[in-house]
């Protein structure tokens, strides 16, 4: 196995063009051609359909750039394992929206209080971006609340949280003091993207109860969402810990409805083939610290 070729392989799958390739890499065009060609010969498949004077990845390709991804990253990490065991490296951790809005701020802090020598690099988007990042190996860790499809990833469970029904003072629901499931019969919701796992509970659960219900608005994050529920734009499911200020300043009101269960579990996330740095080792453990605080 050749690392340079996967390295230059890899290059020319970011660039989508050898001569690209060879500049970023100080190499010559025909060196960089000649490495692909070996990497064809050697898996004796295409990986690249080159039309038009365009280069575009085989499905054969795609799947090598996967594992590609994977073995110079271990390649890397090993190497940093190796010259500076137990000291600095670097940690590549993502979040899914509520989690990044509202538990992983305290996991970075104090991870970078106790561990300032690493260099640390966040992301925040959706559940199902944070799934395809672990799987393509560009992130280490990550903490989300939706579910994962992949058998490829692990799930640790770190707390759990609920989502309510939150609405806004000139909403009907606002003066109930118990709100029933079939008071959500009909009524207009605003809802997350798709990918999203505040979504895919909520969703899960009105078609389990057999609940006809209307989209009025979808959005990429639980702030505009709370905005939008402020000025009796819709009803939500919110994460619970989201709406406490809210409810203090009287602006908004959650409940929890009996019969419908919207709990979920707030979970660490890696590949199953994920060598753990020390880094790494020291995240879970802050993560784990974290999450026992907001549990209690």
């Known amino acids: 196995m050749n690392i340079r070729l996967f390295r230059i392989f890899l290059t020319v799958c970011e660039t989508g063009s050898m001569t690209q390739a060879a500049h970023l890499l100080y190499m010559t065009q025909p060196s960089v051609s000649q490495a692909i060609s070996d990497l064809e010969r ?49 940690l590549r951790v993502g979040a899914s929206q509520t989690v990044g809005a509202y538990l992983m701020p305290a996991i970075l802090h104090q991870f970078k209080t106790d561990q300032p020598q690493v260099e640390l690099f966040s992301l925040v988007d959706n559940t199902r971006v944070i799934e395809n990042q672990i799987l393509e190996d560009q992130i280490d860790l990550g903490v989300v609340e939706g579910n994962i499809s ?14 309510v ?7 009907p629901l606002f003066k109930k003091a118990e709100p029933l499931i079939a008071d959500l019969a009909g009524e207009s919701f605003l809802i997350r993207e798709a990918g999203s796992g505040t979504r895919d509970l909520f969703e899960l659960r009105m078609r389990e109860l057999g609940l006809v219900w209307k989209i009025c608005g979808v959005y990429s994050n639980t702030e505009s969402i709370k905005q939008a529920v402020c000025k009796s734009l819709g009803l939500a499911a919110l994460p ?8 203090q300043k009287g602006i908004v009101k959650g409940f929890q409805i009996k019969g419908l269960e ?23 453990l802050t993560c784990e610290q974290i999450a026992s605080r907001e549990n209690n």
């Open 42 to 90: 050697e898996y004796s498949t295409h990986l690249f359909e080159r039309l038009n004077h365009h280069l575009f990845l085989t499905e054969a390709g795609a799947h090598l750039r996967s594992y590609a991804n994977h073995i110079v990253n271990l390649t890397d990490q090993a190497k940093a394992e190796l010259i500076e065991l137990g000291s600095a490296g670097s």
């Open 150 to 163: 992949s058998r490829f990833i692990t799930e640790q469970k770190l707390c759990t949280d609920e989502l």
């Open 165 to 171: 029904i939150v609405c806004g003072t000139d909403h």
């Open 240 to 247: 619970k810990i989201s709406i406490s200020e809210e409810e």
């Open 262 to 284: 919207l709990q979920r579990n707030f979970n660490l996330i890696f590949h199953k083939q994920k060598y753990f740095t020390p880094a790494m080792r020291k995240f879970v």
